[in-house]
């Protein structure tokens, strides 16, 4: 106790202080510290006198404020995403953090750290790293040997796997775009929904803030599964929208398959393969559907809600009634719209699902085909 006594005597001054004001703080006691009092009085109306949460006042947007902010902060998002959000960004500033150490790419062009991709890593211990600049226009291919890593600008990064070949097409402020023509990438992005975008053989892959890996074969068929955020999979007004844990084919003659999660049984996951490969209007696709209705979970309701769009009027009505006992549609919307595909209610219940808001991917299709549209 002596020690102690002597030990807090030796302090200075100004650590005393800031003591005082630790104890203010924390516990309520000690010197009162001015900047602390003026929070309070400024929080004071906010004040949990009770259990019912106080009526916070309504902020009005500043105008100016680009429409993919305002639909992540607006008061549909916020209560349905919240953990999501948070969990993005706390993996943002982790990915952050660690590209602090890697130098930025210079003008347009992205840094790629090329190794090699050995099964036993004490083989490449010590070996120096190729670094190089591609630049837009250019290709960049791995061998069966190799592997890389691409800065995408200062958004994200790329991993390549070996036989992999993609070309830097667009690298500009709010647009960076690759095709990618085969082989397997691993994406990580933290920019601004729609900013990346990947071109396939097959379909147009749109970043909504996330981390996906992509693969294409020599065929132009390819797979693209969701770890974090959601992806967007277009091709001629054709598209899917695949969330975390989820997955969706993609083929060279038909585009974006059903997207599916990874965690449905087999069966369910074979009748999806069957009916996306089938023709349409064929008695194999109409037994795919039948299964893929039969075993659908609340939670494909993913599936079933991109199954909508994809039968026949006749057949559409089956899904809509399958869809409907899983996930009740939401108010405003109604059987007949559903079943005429009104895009307005088919948006509000996808938004009902809980796997991202749809007003993100309608603002990149604007935004993109107006920026598409001043190209030409």
């Known amino acids: 106790m002596l020690a102690k006594t002597e030990q807090w005597s030796d302090m200075s001054e100004q650590h005393k202080q800031q003591a005082g004001h630790d104890e203010y703080l924390w516990q309520g006691s ?27 006042p309504v902020i009005d947007y500043a105008p100016g404020r680009s429409a993919w902010w305002l639909a992540i902060t607006s008061n ?15 993996f943002t500033i982790a990915l952050v953090l660690s590209l602090s150490e890697s130098p930025s790419p210079g003008g347009n062009g992205w840094s790629v750290e090329l ?12 070996k120096p790293k190729r670094k190089m600049q591609m630049q837009v ?18 958004i994200g990064r790329l991993e390549l796997e070996p036989m992999t070949r993609l070309r830097l097409l667009q690298s500009a402020a709010g647009r960076k775009r690759i095709a990618l023509d085969r082989g397997t990438i691993h994406v990580a992005i ?19 803030g996330c981390m996906y890996t992509l693969s294409i074969e020599e065929n132009g068929n390819g797979l693209l599964r969701t770890t974090l955020g959601w992806v967007g999979f277009q091709s001629n007004g054709h598209e899917s929208f695949i969330p975390a844990g989820a997955a969706a084919a993609t083929y060279a003659e038909s585009g974006p398959g059903l997207p599916f999660f990874e965690d449905a049984s087999g069966l369910f996951r074979s009748a999806i393969s069957r009916f996306d490969s089938a023709k349409e209007g064929s008695a194999q696709r109409t037994a795919a559907q039948q299964v893929i209705l039969r075993l659908a979970r609340p939670r494909d309701g993913l ?9 026949s009027p006749v057949d559409r009505q089956a899904v809509y009634e399958r869809l409907s006992a899983l996930i009740p549609p939401p108010a405003g919307t109604t059987r007949e719209g559903i079943l005429r595909l009104d895009r307005t209610m088919l948006d509000s219940w996808w938004n009902a699902l809980d796997f991202g808001d749809i007003g993100l991917w309608r603002h990149w299709e604007r935004s993109w085909t107006g920026h598409e549209a001043q190209q030409k």
Do not use: Y
């Open 76 to 90: 549909i998002w916020v209560p349905r995403f919240a953990a999501a959000i948070l969990t993005l960004a706390a």
């Open 137 to 154: 226009g250019e290709a960049f291919e791995t061998d069966r040997i190799s592997k890389a890593n691409i800065a995408v600008a200062d």
């Open 190 to 208: 933290w920019a601004p929904p729609g900013e990346f975008v990947v071109d396939t053989p097959s379909a147009v892959a749109v970043d909504l």
């Open 30 to 56: 000690g010197k009162p510290d001015a900047e602390i009092q003026r929070l309070e009085q400024a929080l004071e109306e906010f004040r949990a006198t009770s259990l019912v949460p106080p009526a916070f």
């Open 115 to 126: 190794t090699e991709a050995q099964a036993d890593s004490s083989l490449t211990a010590g």
């Open 303 to 311: 599936t079933l809600w991109h199954l909508l769009s994809r039968v």
